[in-house]
Nanobody, 121 residues
Framework: QVRLEESGGGLVQPGGSLRLSCAASGSIFSVDAMGWYRQVPGKQRELVAT???????GINYADSVKGRFTISRDNTKNTLQMNSLKPEDTAVYYC???????????????WGQGTQVTVSS
């Protein structure tokens, strides 16, 4: 089994910063893309940022977070640095990893349990 452990959520004032971390563990052969998504009640889960593996290191951000959020990665771990936070960034943030559990398997998506980020004065 594959497990994603998230940390770093919390309450912050507008303009403040938070850092989210995600570590993948378990039966892992390789981890392809990793990323963060967020969801508020009554709305669909939306992409925040993704990062590919290896030297490609392709990074993709939602327009709403460009210039404020930075995603980075070290093998099976990734970090989302969130600066200049706004009240509209309030959501449950989920880590996602695309994982192969053996050389003969295909990629599968795995999700963390979610961490609450609240931006409020």
């Amino acid at each position: 089994q594959v497990r994603l452990e998230e940390s770093g959520g919390g309450l912050v004032q507008p303009g403040g910063s938070l850092r989210l971390s995600c570590a993948a563990s378990g039966s892992i052969f390789s981890v392809d893309a990793m990323g963060w998504y967020r969801q508020v009640p009554g709305k669909q889960r939306e992409l925040v940022a993704t990062i590919s593996s290896g030297n490609r290191g392709g990074i993709n951000y939602a327009d709403s977070v460009k210039g404020r959020f930075t995603i980075s990665r070290d093998n099976t771990k990734n970090t989302l640095q969130m600066n200049s936070l706004k009240p509209e960034d309030t959501a449950v943030y989920y880590c996602k990893a695309v994982v192969r559990t053996a050389w003969y398997t295909t990629n599968s998506d795995y999700w963390g349990q979610g961490t609450q980020v609240t931006v409020s004065s």
